[in-house]
């Protein structure tokens, strides 16, 4: 996908990521970049932020003693992580997120993991309510450097129709 400048203005453009309703073509898969090197500083802020004390995340000497052997990144950091690097492709003119389903987590992942996302079309119909809308429903992977896939869900979000946006220029 080309990124899109719009003119603002003589002689001034604005880029203008992300995806109109027509530009989803079911069994397209998306690669997002760029990745993410997960720091133990994100992961114990994450951890702290979101009110999780499970000692997996937090306590070396606790994790140590798991079959991980190390600190764990909270799997709710992996998933904002994941979701955050498909937002410029997938859902930047996006009305709304209308929810994640089927959410699995297949690995674990550790301070130092560089992680990618990528996201495939299931499905994109017209809204039937809304017809300068249309909903797009993907499958998000999310993948550690070396290939090792550690989280897969699916996402829906309502797009608007070229000509549609509710900032047009954004």
Same mark, same amino acid.
């Given at each position: 996908m080309a990124v899109e400048h719009n003119e603002v203005g003589p002689n001034r453009y604005r880029e203008s990521f992300g995806r109109h309703f027509e530009d989803f073509k079911v069994g397209d898969t998306y690669e997002h970049r760029?990745?993410? =090197?997960?720091?133990?500083?994100? &992961?114990?802020?994450?951890? +702290? +932020?979101?009110? &999780?004390?499970?000692? +997996?995340? +937090?306590?070396?000497?606790y994790a140590a003693k798991t079959e991980f052997g190390r600190p764990v990144v909270n799997s709710c950091l992996t998933l904002a992580m994941v979701t955050g690097m498909s937002v410029s492709d997938l859902s930047q003119k996006a009305v709304a997120n209308l929810g994640w389903d089927k959410v699995r987590i297949t690995a674990p992942v550790f301070a130092g993991d560089t992680i990618y996302a990528e996201s495939e079309v299931l499905e994109a119909r017209e809204s039937k309510s809304r017809p300068t809308q249309g909903i797009v429903t993907v499958?998000? =992977?999310? /993948? /550690?450097?070396d290939g090792t896939v550690f989280m897969r869900y699916e996402r829906t979000i309502l797009v608007p129709k070229r000509g549609h946006e509710d900032h047009p220029g954004y």
């Open positions: 760029p990745g993410r =090197t997960i720091s133990e500083a994100d &992961n114990t802020w994450f951890t +702290l +932020l979101t009110m &999780n004390t499970h000692p +997996l995340h +937090l306590d070396a000497a499958r998000t =992977t999310g /993948k /550690k450097a």
